[in-house]
Every structure is written in C-alpha cells, then in structure tokens.
C-alpha cells in the first residue's frame, strides 16, 4: 500500500476506536492529512452514522507554529497529533 493509503487507515481508526475528534499525521513540513468527525455545536454526536473528513494538503497555522516549535526545540520530526473532546463534569447531587 502507499504511504498516504496507510495514514488514512490510521487517522481513521484513531478517530472510530480512539475517541479522537481530530487526527494529524505530518508527512513532511508541507504536507499534512487530516481526519476529523464531524460534530454539531462542539458535541460529537452518538449513533450509527460516523461522518468523517479527510483532507490532504499544507498544515494550517496552528499545524505550522507546533512544527516550528518543534524544530525550535530540536525535536524531531512530528509524527502525529490528536485532539480529544474534554470529559463530562458530573455536578453534585445530580445522578
């Protein structure tokens, strides 16, 4: 299989058995895929159809300042990066 083949295999299964809404894989400083779940108001809804987005292209700002920083700081390359929804508060006296 080709490289990219592979990353999409793996952004996907990061975001169905993962729990991630969104996956980065760098493949170089120019290039970048993407994965993300399509959400509604922030929440991800719960139920039998998944929509997810993939996109291959330039890393977007946010993508190109982690990069920066992490040449800065004489790390290697970035493999990949995921973004998780935050956890439920439970409030007091409510159950």
Known sequence: ????SECFSELAEEILVGGAYKATKYLSDKLTIKATRKRYKGKILRGNAIDIVFTVGKPNYEEREKIKRAKKAGQGPIEM??????KAKRQEGKR
């Open 81 to 86: 990066t995921m973004k998780y929804p935050p």
């Open 1 to 4: 299989m080709d490289e990219r």
